[in-house]
C-alpha cells in the first residue's frame, strides 16, 4: 500500500476547515469498517460543525432497513459490490441530508473471502453535491485491523481529493 494515499491526522484537520469554509457536511455508510471512518472524523475537535452522524449497516438485513439497498441488489451482487455501495450512497447522503458521503462495504478477515473476492477486497464509493459518484474495488493487504485502518483512511483521503478538485476550478 502506497500510504501517501491514506489520509494524515493533518490533512483531517485541513478537510474539516475546507467542509467548514464552504459550509458542506460529511457522513459515511459503513459494513467492514464498523464506525472506524467515523470515529477518525470525530477525533477532530469541532467536528460537529461538518458532520451529523453516520450509520453502520454491517448486515444486510440493516444496509435494506437504514439504506434502502434492495434486497435483490444484495442477493445478485453480494454486500461487497459495486452495485450495493452505490445504493449504500444514495441512502446515507439522503438520510443525514448531507452534501459529501463515503460508504464501504468489503472484506477484513481473516474469515469471509473468496477466489473472486478474497480478504481485503474492500469496494469504496464517495458522493459529493458538487463532483458527482465514484465507486472502485481496492485490494488492501495486512490483518482485519490494518485492512480496515487502510480502508478508512484511503476513502478520506479520496474524498478530500475530489473535494479539493471541485475548489480549483
Known amino acids: 500500500m502506497n500510504y501517501s494515499k491514506l489520509l494524515t491526522d493533518n490533512e483531517m484537520i485541513e478537510f474539516q476547515n475546507l467542509l467548514r469554509k464552504h459550509n458542506k457536511t460529511i457522513t459515511s455508510a459503513e459494513s467492514c469498517t464498523g464506525g472506524l471512518i ?23 438485513e440493516i444496509k435494506h432497513q437504514e439504506l434502502n439497498v434492495r434486497n435483490e441488489t444484495l442477493e445478485k451482487n453480494g454486500a461487497v459490490s459495486i452495485q450495493v455501495v452505490d445504493e449504500m ?17 468489503g472484506i477484513a478477515g481473516p474469515n469471509g473471502g473468496s477466489k473472486n473476492k478474497p480478504v481485503g477486497t474492500v469496494v469504496i464509493g464517495i458522493i459529493g453535491d458538487s463532483f458527482g ?3 472502485e474495488i481496492c485490494h488492501f493487504k495486512g490483518n482485519r485491523k490494518e485492512v480496515q485502518n487502510q480502508a478508512a483512511r484511503y476513502s478520506l483521503k479520496k474524498i478530500l481529493k475530489f473535494f479539493q478538485k471541485t475548489l480549483d476550478k
Request: proline share 0%; charged share 15%.
Open 89 to 105: 450512497l444514495e441512502g446515507v447522503i439522503k438520510k443525514f441530508n448531507a452534501n459529501l458521503a463515503i460508504a464501504v462495504s
Open 38 to 60: 467515523a470515529s477518525l472524523i470525530t477525533e477532530v475537535s469541532g467536528s460537529s460543525d461538518i458532520f451529523n452522524g453516520a450509520v453502520v449497516t454491517y448486515s444486510n
Open 133 to 135: 459518484k465514484n465507486i
